[in-house]
């Protein structure tokens, strides 16, 4: 083998060393910036830790200590304060039970009670418009809400007006004078600032509520003074539980999902350089430190000058730059994240687009009667309305206190009631008026259509502490389908105009007083527009457009009802017309 020959295989030899070399300083380049990134990957705390899941003390009580009751209230309030999720989970569900607000009137007809209800509802220091939407929040957020009603001057004396206040749930609590035992007492009632009968836990007597300055110092309020509205408890269990308590540890990993899906995405776009020398490690080395240090050294690393965009570089013999960027895969963290969402979901009974993913169930498809979301509204809509009439009861029962108002005595009804019971079907009927056209009714029918005049049973009682509420609608239908669908039923008697009125948005008697002051307005003014027929001329126009349907043949008349083209309309009826026209011509 000659000398040429040996000094080829050498070169060849120190070729492959110094591939190999630099593909060990590349493996070792990769390694050393993941393990640096991995340093930046989320590892938070438990944002749910600091209490403990303990349920119950004694099997047949239930709920929280007062420690965890406390502390559960405060994670859900940080959570909705700094979570995207927490915070659109509590809005979306103000948003669709109340929607622009409640309607409650007074089902009297006494005008004192009307201005007793608008004086509260109306008044600044009640701010009741804004604080009917701030009952719905704060009771799912902490899982109940303490209202306070004030009805005294300075003096003591009743006022018969009524002033609500908020109490923080955080404040109403156990005088922490001998408590801290319950852990050790295994006998010992779960004490959390309600006090109830002994005998009996749904007897609520007064609530201990914590002063915000002196927290030595406790005030015993009466429950007659205070109305508790809670959720996700039982009757028997004598604090709620917040709406979002059970998300609280999937919002804590959607966060961490998310923040490390960020720093994924930038190792996936980090590209490093890599300098091949050709040579002996000596002149590997030499040529390594040709290169400026950095002005800045973090914790004792020395680090090259980074090479910016726009830099030329130039190559010598035996040296070569090379970019290489980290090889991660990941594709399947995607469905990870979708997970969370979904147990969160799920949890909540709220399709996935309120959480941001509409790509599986959308608006239309989920807004409907049948589905779960909707029900869920339609639960707590019945749940808050009974709440809000015990508000009004309230405010109405202050007055009575105060002098503005008299409550009704149930008796001459009950004793009228014991009357119908001796009446007779068989009895002879009354007979009816001169040129009047109602039925004749019998003594029984009469007492009770007096007694029940719209066919459901009211006592003076329930209809001078009781309100009519109007909820927001839900669902928005086809405005067309469903006007002509409660047309249909107000013609055959299944609703009352007021019901059909309702429906769709309007107040019936707020509209009816429009209707006459427009009458009225237009008769001082002479308006023209009155020819053209109000509200009694609707039968006429009635029974002149049915004169009209029966004289078209049976597909013009399809084709009318089906369509909501109005000059496809018009071109039948003028064909109609002219050919009427020629008729009577010949």
Same mark, same amino acid.
């Given at each position: 083998?000659?000398?040429?020959?040996?000094?080829?295989?050498? +070169?060849?030899?120190?070729?492959?060393?110094?591939?190999?070399?630099?593909?060990?300083?590349?493996?070792?380049?990769?390694?050393?910036?993941?393990?640096?990134?991995?340093?930046? #990957?989320?590892?938070?705390?438990?944002?749910?830790?600091?209490?403990?899941?303990?349920?119950?003390? +004694?099997?047949?009580?239930?709920?929280?200590?007062?420690?965890?009751?406390?502390?559960?209230?405060?994670?859900?309030?940080?959570?909705?304060?700094?979570?995207?999720?927490?915070?659109?989970?509590?809005?979306?569900? #103000?948003?669709?039970?109340?929607?622009?607000?409640?309607?409650?009137?007074?089902?009297?007809?006494?005008?004192?009670?009307?201005?007793?209800?608008?004086?509260?509802?109306?008044?600044e220091r009640n701010k009741w418009t804004i604080k009917q939407f701030e009952i719905i929040r704060r009771t799912f957020r902490d899982g109940e809400i303490f209202l306070r009603f004030f009805t005294k001057d300075d003096d003591g004396k009743e006022t018969g007006k009524t002033t609500i206040r908020?109490?923080?749930?955080?404040?109403?609590?156990?005088?922490?004078?001998?408590?801290?035992?319950?852990?050790?007492?295994?006998n010992e009632s779960i004490k959390n600032g309600v006090v109830t009968d002994p005998e009996d836990v749904e007897d609520v007597l007064a609530y201990q509520y914590m002063d915000r300055v002196n927290r030595s110092k406790f005030e015993t309020i009466p429950a007659e003074e205070v109305i508790h509205?809670?959720?996700?408890?039982?009757?028997?269990?004598?604090?709620?539980?917040?709406?979002?308590?059970?998300?609280?540890?999937?919002?804590?990993?959607?966060?961490?999902?998310?923040?490390?899906?960020?720093?994924?995405?930038?190792?996936?776009?980090?590209?490093?350089?890599?300098?091949?020398?050709?040579?002996?490690?000596?002149?590997?080395?030499?040529?390594?430190?040709?290169?400026?240090?950095?002005?800045?050294?973090?914790? +004792?690393?020395?680090?090259? %000058?980074?090479?910016?965009?726009?830099?030329?570089?130039? &190559?010598?013999?035996?040296?070569?730059?090379?970019?290489?960027?980290?090889?991660?895969?990941?594709?399947?963290?995607?469905?990870?994240?979708?997970?969370?969402?979904? &147990?969160?979901?799920?949890?909540?009974?709220?399709?996935?687009?309120?959480?941001?993913?509409?790509?599986?169930?959308?608006?239309?498809?989920?807004?409907?009667?049948?589905?779960?979301?909707?029900?869920?509204?339609?639960?707590?809509?019945?749940?808050?309305?009974?709440?809000?009439?015990?508000?009004?009861?309230? #405010?109405?029962?202050?007055?009575?206190?105060?002098?503005?108002?008299?409550?009704?005595?149930?008796?001459?009804?009950?004793?009228?009631? /014991?009357?119908?019971?001796?009446?007779?079907?068989?009895?002879?009927?009354?007979?009816? /008026?001169?040129?009047? /056209?109602?039925?004749?009714?019998?003594?029984?029918?009469?007492?009770?259509?007096?007694?029940?005049?719209?066919?459901?049973?009211?006592?003076?009682?329930?209809?001078?502490?009781?309100?009519?509420?109007?909820?927001?609608?839900?669902?928005?239908?086809?405005?067309?389908?469903?006007?002509?669908?409660?047309?249909?039923?107000?013609?055959?008697?299944?609703?009352?105009?007021?019901?059909?009125?309702?429906?769709?948005?309007?107040?019936?008697?707020?509209?009816?007083? /429009?209707?006459?002051?427009?009458?009225?307005?237009?008769?001082?003014?002479?308006?023209?527009?009155?020819?053209?027929?109000?509200?009694?001329?609707?039968?006429?126009?009635?029974?002149?457009? +049915?004169?009209?349907?029966?004289?078209?043949?049976?597909?013009?008349?399809?084709?009318?009802?089906?369509?909501?083209?109005? %000059?496809?309309?018009?071109?039948?009826?003028?064909?109609?017309?002219?050919?009427?026209?020629?008729?009577?011509?010949?």
């Amino acid at each position: 083998m000659g000398d040429g020959m040996i000094e080829l295989i050498k +070169n060849l030899y120190r070729v492959k060393i110094n591939e190999l070399k630099n593909d060990l300083k590349r493996q070792k380049v990769e390694a050393r910036f993941l393990t640096e990134a991995s340093d930046l #990957v989320v590892d938070r705390p438990d944002n749910t830790a600091g209490w403990t899941r303990r349920y119950q003390v +004694n099997d047949w009580e239930k709920g929280h200590i007062q420690a965890n009751q406390l502390e559960v209230i405060r994670k859900c309030r940080e959570f909705d304060r700094w979570d995207v999720h927490a915070h659109g989970i509590l809005s979306t569900m #103000v948003n669709y039970i109340m929607g622009k607000g409640l309607k409650m009137d007074p089902k009297s007809d006494d005008p004192m009670v009307w201005y007793s209800w608008r004086e509260f509802s109306t008044a600044e220091r009640n701010k009741w418009t804004i604080k009917q939407f701030e009952i719905i929040r704060r009771t799912f957020r902490d899982g109940e809400i303490f209202l306070r009603f004030f009805t005294k001057d300075d003096d003591g004396k009743e006022t018969g007006k009524t002033t609500i206040r908020f109490l923080d749930p955080l404040l109403i609590r156990h005088p922490t004078e001998g408590f801290g035992k319950v852990d050790d007492e295994p006998n010992e009632s779960i004490k959390n600032g309600v006090v109830t009968d002994p005998e009996d836990v749904e007897d609520v007597l007064a609530y201990q509520y914590m002063d915000r300055v002196n927290r030595s110092k406790f005030e015993t309020i009466p429950a007659e003074e205070v109305i508790h509205i809670k959720i996700n408890s039982d009757s028997d269990q004598k604090r709620g539980e917040p709406g979002i308590q059970t998300l609280l540890q999937y919002f804590r990993h959607y966060e961490q999902w998310l923040e490390n899906r960020i720093i994924l995405n930038k190792l996936r776009t980090a590209i490093v350089m890599i300098k091949e020398v050709t040579g002996t490690p000596t002149e590997v080395s030499a040529m390594s430190k040709t290169l400026p240090l950095a002005t800045r050294q973090i914790a +004792n690393e020395t680090k090259h %000058k980074n090479i910016r965009g726009g830099t030329v570089l130039t &190559a010598g013999p035996g040296v070569k730059y090379r970019m290489e960027s980290p090889n991660i895969n990941a594709q399947d963290v995607k469905e990870d994240g979708r997970n969370i969402i979904l &147990a969160m979901a799920s949890g909540m009974n709220m399709p996935e687009y309120i959480f941001g993913d509409a790509s599986n169930a959308n608006f239309a498809s989920t807004m409907i009667a049948e589905s779960p979301f909707v029900k869920m509204i339609q639960f707590f809509q019945v749940f808050f309305e009974y709440h809000f009439q015990r508000i009004y009861r309230k #405010v109405i029962e202050n007055a009575v206190k105060g002098g503005m108002l008299e409550a009704p005595n149930d008796d001459e009804f009950i004793a009228k009631l /014991k009357e119908i019971r001796n009446l007779s079907e068989q009895d002879e009927p009354i007979p009816a /008026k001169p040129n009047e /056209k109602k039925p004749e009714l019998s003594p029984r029918e009469a007492a009770l259509k007096e007694l029940m005049p719209d066919g459901k049973m009211q006592t003076p009682t329930e209809i001078f502490f009781g309100a009519d509420i109007q909820w927001p609608e839900i669902i928005h239908r086809d405005l067309d389908k469903q006007a002509m669908a409660l047309s249909v039923m107000r013609q055959n008697g299944w609703i009352s105009d007021p019901t059909a009125t309702g429906s769709l948005g309007y107040d019936y008697g707020e509209e009816v007083r /429009k209707q006459r002051q427009v009458e009225e307005d237009a008769e001082i003014e002479e308006n023209p527009l009155l020819s053209v027929g109000g509200p009694g001329d609707a039968g006429d126009m009635s029974d002149e457009m +049915n004169g009209l349907l029966g004289q078209l043949s049976p597909e013009d008349r399809d084709t009318i009802m089906k369509s909501t083209d109005p %000059k496809e309309i018009q071109g039948i009826m003028a064909k109609h017309q002219k050919a009427g026209a020629a008729a009577e011509g010949d």
